[in-house]
Each structure stands twice: as structure tokens, then as C-alpha cells.
């Protein structure tokens, strides 16, 4: 099957430069384009004078998953999402776990075609709560993801940003004003990791979590992938702990969640299940109250306990719901305290499998 063309649909959030180029506003790398040229994502590109989105209407692949798996454990559990991702990306992470997505230059990766309209229709019909914007980051093709939202919100569908948050404020507040929530990747703690091992900066992304938090109504969690001799280390799972309390608060779940060796770091071994059961205590020690362990098999860590009496409200044996005691407005069934989180009637849970799906076919 050949790949769905690319598309010339035309870009936002970009001006003119005296030197006859034009620079890309969305992400704060501000490439600086001639004409033909690509930006470091490799999908906004400028052709006639303009900046376009190549990947508008263009996917991967869609998928149906357990929301848990984004992963968003406050957001309605137990729910099916619909997850799919184009290709490119906009940070360089050696590490990175989506490589063949996130790190494509082939746009013979992008064979499903889906129009907003088309994703909506098959989520409702999939029985899917919400729509992913994942594998890759949904910033690079935020044109797209606004429109499916838009769509989705029409047939009371949720909108969801699997992201890296590595985005300018302007773009930030037109992107985020359309999600319901996000699971925001946290990649490490220091500026030397984001710029030495991602291409990027740290400050960028704590000031969409500040933004998140203080200035919208999205629900978001994070998640921080532990690397080895990295990003592991004490000192700095302290100061990434005490800065989400003091500037987030207690009630944003974080996830930590284990590397393995991909991409341009295969030399570095996978992370042992005792350095996340580590950095999870000292999560809790700082004053968080709902932390996770992933990618490992935790049933401790992958759970839900109330702040108030300490029992466990959801157990999750790796995406499986076990046991569910949250009233249908997230208080404890024990003792009525607040779970904070996004709920609805919890029903049969989707459990842990994904399902493949075509939207050609079905559209």
C-alpha cells in the first residue's frame, strides 16, 4: 500500500524575516526557513512564501488503547482511548522509545488517512471516551490535533496530549485551549540532560506546566522516563519533586517509568525496578500524593490510594483494573475523601489489550 500523500495545509503562528526567510513561532526552536526548506520537526515546511503542515490529515496508525496507557490514571479509568500519532518530531532525545515515529524522515511511515471528522465518528463508533494524540508529539501537528478536538468535542468525545510541552506561549494557549487533558513528559531535571541528550530546554517545559496548572482547566499528569546514571540520581528526583510541589502542588500524578535501550542509547542498561521503587519514595517523601511506577511489573506502584485513609481506591495489575472504589465523582469509597482527578460512572473496564484499527476501510 503506498503512503497517503503529503498535504500543503497551510501553517499558523510563523512571520516574515527582513532576510526574505520566515521563522516558525510554534516551539522554541524558531527555525528560520528558505523557501522548500523544513524545520527541525521535519513536517512544517515552507512552500510559496508560507508555512504548511505536510501531516495534516496523515497518520502512523490508529489504535484503540486503556487510557491508563497514555498514561493518565485520574482521567475517567478504566475508559478506551483512541491513539494515533503522525511522524516528526521537535527535540532529539537519544533516548527516545518512538524512534521509528518520532525520528522518521520517511513519509512512507504515514499510511492511514483520517479527517476530524472521520477520527470523531470512529471513536464514537470504537466506544472510545476520549482521543490520543500520541507517538509522536501533537505540538508539531497542532493544525490538525485542534480540528479533530473540535470534532471530537461536537460528538462528546475528550481530546488528550500525549506531549513533551515544548512549546511557545502563544501556540501554547490556542493548542491547550482545545484538550481535555495531558500526560506531559517531564524528561529529566536539570538543563545540561535537555540540552545535551534531548536538544532542548528544561525552562521551556516547566513554564507549560506552571501554564497548565494555573492558567487552564486541562487535566494533566507526568511522566519521567529514568535513565540510568542520567537522570536517576537523588539530588535531582529531589529538586524535580520539590519543584512540582511548590509550583504544581501535591495532587498532579507523576509517573516514573522505565528506559530501555533504544534508539541512540543501546549501551545503557534497561532501569531496574529498584531505582523507580526509589524515586517513587522519594516523590512521596516530598509531599506527593499519588505517584507511579510504569513500564515495570508494580501492582504497588501502578495503583491508586486515597490521601485521606491510605487504602488502595483502584488497583491496576500493569493496565488491568482489579478492584475500583471511587464513587462516581472520585471521592473514596472508604472514607469519602477527594481522589483528585477527571471522573465519570466507572463501567466494565477496557483491561490492558490494544486493538489495531484502520480508519480508511472505516471511513
Same mark, same amino acid.
Given at each position: $500500500?503506498?503512503?497517503v500523500p503529503?498535504s500543503?495545509?497551510?501553517g499558523?503562528?510563523?512571520?516574515?524575516?527582513p532576510?526574505?526567510?520566515i521563522?516558525?513561532?510554534?516551539?522554541?526552536?524558531d527555525?528560520?526557513?528558505?523557501?522548500?526548506?523544513?524545520g $527541525?520537526c521535519?513536517v512544517?515546511m #515552507?512552500?510559496?512564501? #508560507?508555512?504548511?503542515l505536510?501531516?495534516y490529515g496523515?497518520?502512523s496508525?490508529?489504535?484503540?488503547d486503556?487510557v491508563e496507557?497514555?498514561?493518565?490514571?485520574h %482521567?475517567d479509568p478504566g475508559t478506551?482511548?483512541?491513539?494515533?500519532?503522525? =511522524?516528526g518530531c521537535?527535540?532529539?532525545?537519544?533516548?527516545?522509545?518512538n524512534?521509528d515515529?518520532?525520528k522518521?524522515?520517511e513519509m512512507d511511515?504515514?499510511m492511514?488517512?483520517?479527517s476530524?471528522?472521520v477520527?470523531?465518528? =470512529?471513536?464514537?463508533?470504537?466506544? @472510545?471516551?476520549s482521543?490520543?494524540?500520541t507517538y509522536?508529539d &501533537?505540538?508539531i501537528?497542532a493544525?490538525? !490535533? $485542534?480540528d479533530?478536538?473540535d470534532?471530537?468535542?461536537d460528538r462528546?468525545?475528550? !481530546?488528550?496530549?500525549v506531549t513533551a +510541552?515544548?512549546i511557545?506561549?502563544?501556540a501554547?494557549r490556542?493548542?491547550y485551549?482545545?484538550m481535555?487533558? =495531558?500526560?506531559v513528559?517531564?524528561?529529566g %531535571?536539570? /538543563?545540561?540532560?535537555?540540552?545535551?541528550i @534531548?536538544g +532542548?530546554?528544561?525552562?521551556?517545559?516547566?513554564?507549560?506546566?506552571v501554564?497548565?496548572?494555573h492558567?487552564?482547566?486541562v487535566w494533566? /499528569?507526568i511522566t519521567?522516563?529514568l535513565i *540510568?546514571?542520567?537522570n536517576?540520581?537523588?539530588?535531582?528526583?529531589r529538586?524535580?519533586?520539590k519543584w512540582i $510541589?511548590q509550583h504544581?502542588g501535591?495532587?498532579? *500524578?507523576l509517573? %516514573?517509568?522505565?528506559?530501555h &535501550?533504544?534508539?541512540?542509547m543501546r549501551d545503557?542498561?534497561a532501569?531496574?525496578?529498584e531505582?523507580?521503587?526509589?524515586?517513587r519514595?522519594?516523590?512521596r517523601?516530598a509531599?506527593l500524593?499519588y505517584?507511579?511506577?510504569?513500564?515495570?511489573?508494580?501492582?504497588? +506502584?501502578?495503583?491508586?490510594?486515597c490521601?485521606?485513609?491510605e487504602?488502595?481506591v483502584?488497583?491496576?495489575?500493569?493496565y /488491568?483494573?482489579?478492584s475500583?472504589r471511587?464513587?462516581?465523582?472520585g471521592? @473514596?469509597?472508604?472514607? +469519602?475523601a477527594r481522589?483528585a482527578?477527571r471522573?465519570?460512572?466507572?463501567?466494565?473496564?477496557f483491561? =490492558? #489489550?490494544?486493538i489495531?484499527v484502520?480508519?480508511?476501510?472505516?471511513?
Amino acid at each position: $500500500m503506498s503512503a497517503v500523500p503529503e498535504s500543503g495545509y497551510p501553517g499558523r503562528w510563523w512571520h516574515s524575516l527582513p532576510d526574505g526567510r520566515i521563522q516558525c513561532d510554534l516551539c522554541p526552536r524558531d527555525c528560520r526557513l528558505h523557501e522548500g526548506q523544513r524545520g $527541525m520537526c521535519f513536517v512544517r515546511m #515552507r512552500e510559496g512564501g #508560507r508555512m504548511v503542515l505536510t501531516t495534516y490529515g496523515r497518520s502512523s496508525g490508529f489504535g484503540v488503547d486503556p487510557v491508563e496507557k497514555q498514561p493518565l490514571n485520574h %482521567f475517567d479509568p478504566g475508559t478506551r482511548i483512541l491513539s494515533f500519532g503522525t =511522524a516528526g518530531c521537535n527535540l532529539a532525545c537519544k533516548f527516545c522509545q518512538n524512534w521509528d515515529i518520532s525520528k522518521s524522515r520517511e513519509m512512507d511511515r504515514l499510511m492511514d488517512a483520517g479527517s476530524p471528522e472521520v477520527i470523531a465518528a =470512529a471513536a464514537v463508533k470504537l466506544g @472510545c471516551k476520549s482521543v490520543a494524540f500520541t507517538y509522536n508529539d &501533537p505540538v508539531i501537528f497542532a493544525e490538525y !490535533a $485542534m480540528d479533530i478536538a473540535d470534532a471530537c468535542h461536537d460528538r462528546g468525545v475528550k !481530546a488528550v496530549a500525549v506531549t513533551a +510541552g515544548y512549546i511557545q506561549p502563544e501556540a501554547r494557549r490556542e493548542f491547550y485551549a482545545k484538550m481535555d487533558a =495531558a500526560n506531559v513528559d517531564l524528561k529529566g %531535571f536539570t /538543563e545540561e540532560f535537555y540540552f545535551k541528550i @534531548c536538544g +532542548g530546554k528544561l525552562s521551556s517545559v516547566l513554564d507549560t506546566l506552571v501554564y497548565l496548572k494555573h492558567e487552564t482547566d486541562v487535566w494533566f /499528569e507526568i511522566t519521567t522516563l529514568l535513565i *540510568p546514571g542520567k537522570n536517576d540520581s537523588d539530588e535531582e528526583l529531589r529538586a524535580e519533586c520539590k519543584w512540582i $510541589m511548590q509550583h504544581l502542588g501535591a495532587d498532579v *500524578p507523576l509517573h %516514573f517509568t522505565a528506559f530501555h &535501550p533504544d534508539w541512540k542509547m543501546r549501551d545503557i542498561h534497561a532501569t531496574p525496578p529498584e531505582t523507580l521503587t526509589r524515586a517513587r519514595e522519594i516523590a512521596r517523601l516530598a509531599g506527593l500524593r499519588y505517584v507511579y511506577t510504569g513500564n515495570v511489573h508494580d501492582e504497588e +506502584g501502578g495503583s491508586t490510594y486515597c490521601p485521606s485513609c491510605e487504602n488502595a481506591v483502584v488497583v491496576r495489575d500493569w493496565y /488491568e483494573i482489579r478492584s475500583y472504589r471511587l464513587t462516581d465523582d472520585g471521592a @473514596c469509597a472508604y472514607c +469519602g475523601a477527594r481522589v483528585a482527578g477527571r471522573y465519570q460512572k466507572f463501567g466494565r473496564p477496557f483491561g =490492558a #489489550r490494544r486493538i489495531p484499527v484502520r480508519l480508511e476501510a472505516r471511513a
